[in-house]
């Protein structure tokens, strides 16, 4: 505005002095034909032409000899009186000595013009112009008039300016919305137009990469949370849960039997563990495979969740172990019906791959009360009952007694103390006669047993399969093929050298590769009397280790010792199996020789396998035999051996080469 006032100002001036100019040459020419006349009049009525300009301040028409011959004053003096009283003789002198033309000073623009021709001058007319005010006066209606343009102008140009920014930030404030909907949504798989200028479409394209970028780096976060999660879910059921089964593992049921015994004692109220074995899952697992007998546990594992109520906890504890929960047990008798419930349902037949299994289970319950709910303590207590409904002929369950404990204790004791015992010389071998059916003693069975001063005397039937379960037979069978190996030569002195002695081996001897070894060195620095050993295996134990054990006994019999088969008939896959089994020997089983005069069916049996002996050109050696009626029978039906106590007790060995031999009584005894 203030540049368009200057400029105005200029082109004002300007135009003033052209219109003033103008003006004075039109008055100096209506002025030159009154010069000469002595009447001012017609000059002053030239010269009121003024009127009509109100800034003309004045006007001073001068002949030749510089006098003023007339004079103007305007209104524009009169309204500046301050200026008058200059305008004397000084500003007179000053006015008539300015040349002629445009004089312009301060705010007074001055025309000076002669008036006649240049060469023949009549005088000179100096007009006196105020264009201050006229400026001002100008100015403002100028910016009255030009104001509003001027707004409109740059309310326009402020519009214009406005809508081109919007426009072109336009695409700007669609990528912030974007933006912020991402902030607000998460959601990256977004993607902006890309337009407006190149530095905006620039930035468009980089927030486009990003987002896609981020998108991508977000799905594929998502998956791997996402494969994360499932693996952890899996991690999980595989740490709390059993593979096989899906039942809880054993680290999971610890856990949630502590937290039931937190929750009992607190309440003051009981809870009842059920320990379950599986009877017989062994020789399924050898008789059909492990993938039947894994199938078998799957099956028992549904049938155990079945028979249980929707409080209670069962878990796999290990093996063919179970172990269940009963929170909420108001009584003995309620516990003992579930465990009844489940002894009848795993009892009865299960169907696994069209193979029809005969299973059962035994089981142990222990209450909380009874120790203090002490976890350690009640699994075991309850793990103490199963093997009492082991031993008392499984498929049945158990409550644990105190009884129950201190029997364990002894079990402990004499499963701590086996090694001791051989370190002192605490077991000794006894030797129970075999006659032939003239009554002649033609071997013996090396029987072991123990006495301990703290013990007393413990039972073969005690320690023999305490020494199983904790996997110590074998040593106490290196102890006694050592002390067997030590006695040969003296019984063979005393009874001949066709004396044959026995002893017993294992299924776990069969499968230590250190026990083979041992007794095949011991045989062959027996040289030639290993013909006089003799050893017993059970049918089971045979079955065990089917393979391992006919290479054994096949480099037994290799050199020169003799392989009975113990305790014939009472096993389940006999027949089958005894025409590969490497034997000499068929012992039938004191169950069938007992029920000799009492049992025709137990007669029956005996004779067959007598007769099927026969055929397969064995021996048969009868163990259990107690009575005559039992010897007669038995040597009338073709029985090479007969052995029992109706022929003699087990007796240590006699050290000394004056005794009569082992049995001091056995001349006395019935002659057949």
């Known amino acids: 505005m203030w540049v368009s006032l200057r400029v105005y100002e200029g082109l004002y001036e300007e135009f003033v002095s052209q219109e003033l100019q103008a003006l004075s040459e039109n008055l100096a020419n209506d002025l030159l034909p009154h010069m000469a006349a002595d009447d001012e009049f017609p000059l002053i009525s030239v010269l009121l032409?003024?009127?009509?300009?109100?800034?003309?301040?004045?006007?001073?028409?001068?002949?030749?000899?510089?006098?003023?011959?007339?004079?103007?004053?305007?209104?524009?003096?009169?309204?500046?009186?301050?200026?008058?009283?200059n305008e004397n003789s000084a500003g007179d002198i000053l006015l008539h000595e300015l040349d002629y033309g445009l004089h312009i000073e301060d705010s007074h623009i001055r025309v000076v013009k002669i008036i006649g021709e240049p060469?023949?001058?009549?005088?000179?007319?100096?007009?006196?112009?105020?264009?201050?005010?006229?400026?001002?006066?100008?100015?403002?209606?100028?910016?009255?008039?030009?104001?509003?343009?001027?707004?409109?102008?740059?309310?326009?140009?402020?519009?214009?300016?406005?809508?081109?920014?919007?426009?072109?930030?336009?695409?700007?404030?669609?990528?912030?919305?974007k933006m912020r909907r991402v902030e607000e949504t998460k959601d990256y798989a977004i993607e902006v137009s890309i337009e407006g200028k190149s530095e905006i479409k620039a930035l468009t394209?980089?927030?486009?990469?990003?987002?896609?970028?981020?998108?991508?780096?977000?799905?594929?976060?998502?998956?791997?949370?996402?494969?994360?999660?499932?693996?952890?879910?899996?991690?999980?059921?595989?740490?709390?849960?059993?593979?096989?089964?899906?039942?809880?593992?054993?680290?999971?049921?610890?856990?949630?039997?502590?937290?039931?015994?937190?929750?009992?004692?607190?309440?003051?109220?009981?809870?009842?563990?059920?320990?379950?074995?599986?009877?017989?899952?062994?020789?399924?697992?050898d008789s059909f495979g492990h993938d039947v007998g894994d199938k078998l546990l799957c099956k028992i594992a549904d049938v155990i969740s079945d028979s249980l109520r929707l409080d209670d906890i069962v878990g796999r504890h290990g093996g063919d172990e179970f172990v269940i929960i009963l929170g909420e047990c108001s009584s003995v008798e309620q516990v003992e019906e579930v465990a009844a419930r489940l002894?009848?349902?795993?009892?009865?037949?299960?169907?696994?791959?069209?193979?029809?299994?005969?299973?059962?289970?035994?089981?142990?319950?222990?209450?909380?009360?009874?120790?203090?709910?002490?976890?350690?303590?009640?699994?075991?207590?309850?793990?103490?009952a199963m093997y009492h409904?082991?031993?008392?002929?499984?498929?049945?369950?158990?409550?644990?007694?105190?009884?129950?404990?201190?029997?364990?204790?002894?079990?402990?004791?004499?499963?701590?103390?086996?090694?001791?015992?051989?370190?002192?010389?605490e077991f000794f071998l006894v030797y129970q006669p075999k006659v032939d059916q003239s009554s002649k003693v033609v071997g013996f069975e090396a029987l072991i047993r123990w006495y301990n001063p703290h013990l007393g005397m413990v039972s073969p039937a005690e320690f023999i399969p305490i020494a199983e379960q904790s996997n110590k037979i074998s040593v106490i069978t290196l102890w006694v093929m050592a002390q067997v190996c030590k006695d040969v030569k003296h019984i063979l002195r005393q009874?001949?050298?066709?004396?044959?002695?026995?002893?017993?081996?294992?299924?776990?001897?069969?499968?230590?590769?250190?026990?083979?070894?041992?007794?095949?060195?011991?045989?062959?620095?027996?040289?030639g009397l290993a013909g006089a050993i003799e050893f017993e295996i059970t049918e089971s134990a045979y079955l065990k280790s089917f393979q391992a054990g006919n290479a054994f006994f096949d480099d037994l019999r290799a050199l020169g010792c003799k392989i009975a088969l113990?305790?014939?008939?009472?096993?389940?896959?006999?027949?089958?199996?005894?025409t590969e089994f490497s034997i000499d020997t068929l012992k039938i089983d004191r169950q069938f020789v007992s029920q000799i005069g009492v049992s025709q069916r137990s007669e029956l049996i005996t004779v067959t396998i007598l007769e099927m002996a026969r055929h397969l050109k064995l021996k048969v050696c009868a163990e259990g035999v107690e009575t005559l009626d039992q010897a007669t029978f038995l040597i009338d039906h073709g029985c090479h051996l007969l052995q029992g106590y109706y022929y003699g007790r087990p007796e240590p060995i006699c050290e000394n080469d004056e005794e009569d031999g082992l049995i001091p009584a056995l001349e006395s005894q019935h002659s057949m």
Request: net charge negative.
């Open 566 to 578: 113990d305790d014939f008939g009472t096993g389940y896959s006999s027949l089958s199996y005894l």
């Open 49 to 85: 032409r003024l009127d009509e300009y109100d800034n003309v301040e004045f006007a001073r028409v001068y002949n030749t000899q510089s006098e003023i011959v007339s004079a103007y004053i305007g209104s524009a003096l009169v309204k500046h009186k301050q200026h008058a009283g």
């Open 495 to 527: 009874y001949g050298e066709t004396t044959t002695i026995s002893l017993n081996l294992s299924a776990n001897d069969l499968k230590d590769e250190t026990v083979t070894a041992f007794v095949l060195e011991k045989i062959r620095e027996l040289g």
């Open 205 to 285: 394209h980089g927030f486009n990469s990003m987002m896609s970028d981020i998108n991508k780096q977000t799905e594929l976060n998502r998956q791997k949370n996402k494969l994360l999660t499932r693996q952890q879910e899996q991690m999980e059921k595989l740490a709390n849960f059993d593979p096989l089964t899906g039942l809880l593992n054993r680290q999971f049921l610890m856990k949630c039997l502590n937290i039931e015994l937190a929750r009992a004692k607190r309440e003051e109220k009981d809870v009842a563990l059920l320990f379950l074995d599986l009877d017989g899952f062994k020789m399924v697992n």
């Open 389 to 425: 409904s082991k031993r008392n002929g499984r498929g049945q369950f158990t409550l644990f007694t105190r009884m129950m404990q201190d029997d364990n204790h002894r079990m402990i004791r004499i499963s701590t103390s086996i090694h001791t015992a051989i370190e002192n010389n």
């Open 119 to 177: 060469a023949l001058p009549q005088g000179k007319l100096v007009i006196s112009y105020l264009i201050e005010q006229s400026l001002a006066d100008s100015q403002r209606k100028f910016v009255v008039a030009i104001v509003p343009f001027v707004i409109f102008i740059l309310l326009t140009a402020v519009f214009l300016v406005l809508e081109l920014q919007r426009r072109s930030l336009q695409p700007l404030f669609k990528l912030i919305e």
């Open 343 to 384: 002894v009848e349902a795993i009892g009865s037949d299960q169907l696994v791959d069209q193979w029809k299994l005969e299973t059962g289970a035994s089981i142990g319950i222990a209450l909380a009360k009874d120790c203090d709910f002490s976890l350690t303590t009640l699994m075991s207590n309850a793990d103490i």
